[in-house]
């Protein structure tokens, strides 16, 4: 049983030594890159919806924007395949980083941050390669229906305001990371740089929080209404900030710093601690 267990553990070592090569820290740069696009053209969405045109202010929109440009197809695969190989970097950090640490609680709590993270970057990669082999998603429609489904099973609505609650705390988090400019941690950059880089990471980490907690919001507020339409995703919360008073304002500065967002994201793929 012994030999068993050292058998498996030196496997998992293995693997994830394998997904920390050189070619896949490339990759998971530019997996960065692709995400500080979308950040970007989402903001920039926003910023059309804020003016009154129409938009779907969320990965869904965004990625459609690029699939419609010419050359759009190759950029997509390459976001697809930058995005995976993000996410597998993300998942031997988790590994990894679970091995540093001896008790069982410790472990999880080491590996559950770039677990979760993995997660969230291979959804990303399945969306770029969605759009990119023709097919289409709408993020908005997808959260309605999750929501709904849920709804319909015993103890659904007790977990969905669970979700609710979690997507708060995830958007209460980077609010705080990025007052606190926790993020640069994660950042190797000196110099003037550090100091642009850590004014648009305050400004983005602290919108990208606020976009976060309003979704949270919307969540609770379907199942408080019986209304699943009312979960509607990132594109449902940003229009619902614009529909506040003064969200015309409101709208414009959360726009404006999930372009700064984004304008981080891709300098977190140059300066990135990899």
Request: aromatic share 8%; glycine share 14%.
């Amino acid at each position: 049983m012994g030999n068993a267990s050292q058998g498996a553990n030196r496997a998992v070592t293995e693997a994830a030594s394998a997904g920390r090569s050189p070619a896949v820290r490339v990759l998971a740069r530019a997996g960065f890159a692709f995400i500080g696009l979308v950040h970007i053209l989402v903001g920039a969405i926003a910023l059309q919806i804020d003016r009154g045109q129409g938009g779907e202010a969320d990965q869904s929109g965004a990625i459609g924007t690029l699939a419609s440009k010419p050359g759009g197809g190759l950029l997509l695969w390459t976001g697809a395949v930058a995005c995976a190989a993000l996410a597998l970097w993300m998942v031997t950090e988790a590994v990894f980083g679970a091995r540093t640490e001896n008790g069982t609680k410790e472990k999880w709590k080491k590996a559950a941050p770039p677990a979760g993270k993995a997660l969230i970057f291979a959804f990303l990669a399945y969306t770029f390669a969605v759009f990119a082999a023709g097919g289409s998603k709408n993020s908005s429609q997808s959260a309605s229906d999750f929501t709904a489904k849920l709804m319909g099973v015993p103890a659904g609505a007790v977990l969905l305001v669970v979700i609710g609650l979690a997507i708060i705390a995830a958007g209460a988090f980077y609010a705080y990371r990025g007052i606190s400019r926790k993020f640069m941690t994660d950042l190797q950059v000196v110099g003037s740089a550090r100091t642009a880089v850590q004014w648009i990471g305050t400004i983005g980490y602290a919108a990208k929080g606020v976009v976060l907690a309003a979704v949270g919001v919307l969540v609770i507020v379907a199942v408080a209404t019986a209304d699943p339409s009312k979960s509607s995703g990132l594109d449902g919360g940003l229009k619902t900030l614009g529909a506040q008073p003064y969200g015309v304002f409101l709208l414009a500065a959360i726009a404006a710093g999930l372009v700064c967002y984004g304008v981080y994201s891709m300098a977190r793929a140059r300066y990135g601690k990899f």
